[in-house]
């Protein structure tokens, strides 16, 4: 159950397998960005950031990616479990210009 | 906890009534957001306080009033509402400008009827 390039509003997995989450930026100018996790009935979470001088960072079981040349931004997560069921959606930042923009929500469904 | 405090939890309100969303953070931060989430839409911006001084208002309707009397409180102050305006309204904190993470509350989900 991966998807990958494009951005899907939903996505279903298996627990125990890995899953990614796409995101297209749209400003070129941004800088940093962020992704958060939003379970229901909840407020979104930090997950992981990652500022535009990287290309890969690593937390515990995700990973952002980001790709400046084609302003794609991804989160895998690996050996999914159901607590990772939410809404992920990432933000993009222009720092200079105080610009915060979210991207469209994939709403992660993780099947035992 | 985020350390954003967001209340009431829910609404239920007429067209015509008058109602405040409040807002309070405990992170010692100076910049505090509105946002507006409708279902399958990307969050948006509304307001944005930056040392008790708005910043941005992101053309919001005139019915949706801000009010920040400190860094640590923001209100959204409601009336004569459409039932369009149906929708999780999130409360943000930040450090400061230029905007970095911001840390949300768990949002007031709020009904027009």
């Known amino acids: 159950g991966e998807s990958v390039g494009l951005h899907l509003p939903t996505l279903s997995v298996q627990e125990g397998d890995n899953s990614i989450i796409n995101c297209a930026y749209s400003?070129?100018?941004?800088?940093?960005f962020i992704w958060y996790k939003q379970e229901s009935g909840k407020g979104p979470q930090f997950i992981i950031d990652?500022?535009?001088?990287?290309d890969k960072r690593q937390g515990q079981r995700v990973t952002v990616l980001l790709n400046k040349t084609v302003k794609h931004l991804s989160l895998q997560i690996a050996a999914t479990q159901p607590g990772d069921s939410a809404v992920y959606f990432c933000?993009?930042?222009?720092?200079?210009?105080?610009?915060?923009?979210f991207g469209e929500g994939t709403q992660l469904t993780v099947n035992p | 906890e985020t350390g954003v405090t967001q209340t009431p939890r829910h609404l239920v309100m007429g067209m015509t009534n008058k109602k405040s969303l409040k807002c309070e953070q405990h992170?010692?931060?100076?910049?505090m957001y509105w946002y507006k989430q409708s279902a399958k839409k990307p969050l948006e911006l509304m307001f944005v306080?930056?040392?008790?001084?708005?910043?941005e208002n992101n053309s919001v309707p005139s019915r949706f009033s801000p009010e920040c009397p400190n860094s640590s409180h923001l209100f959204l102050h409601l009336h004569t509402l459409q039932p369009e305006d149906s929708a999780l309204y999130l409360c943000?904190?930040?450090?400061?400008?230029?905007?970095?993470?911001?840390?949300f509350g768990e949002g007031s989900r709020l009904t027009v009827l």
């Open positions: 933000a993009e930042i222009e720092t200079s210009g105080s610009r915060l923009t």
């Open positions: 400003n070129s100018a941004s800088d940093y």
């Open positions: 943000a904190s930040s450090r400061g400008l230029p905007v970095g993470e911001l840390f």
């Open positions: 306080y930056n040392f008790k001084e708005q910043t």
């Open positions: 992170l010692g931060h100076n910049a």
């Open positions: 990652i500022r535009s001088n990287m």
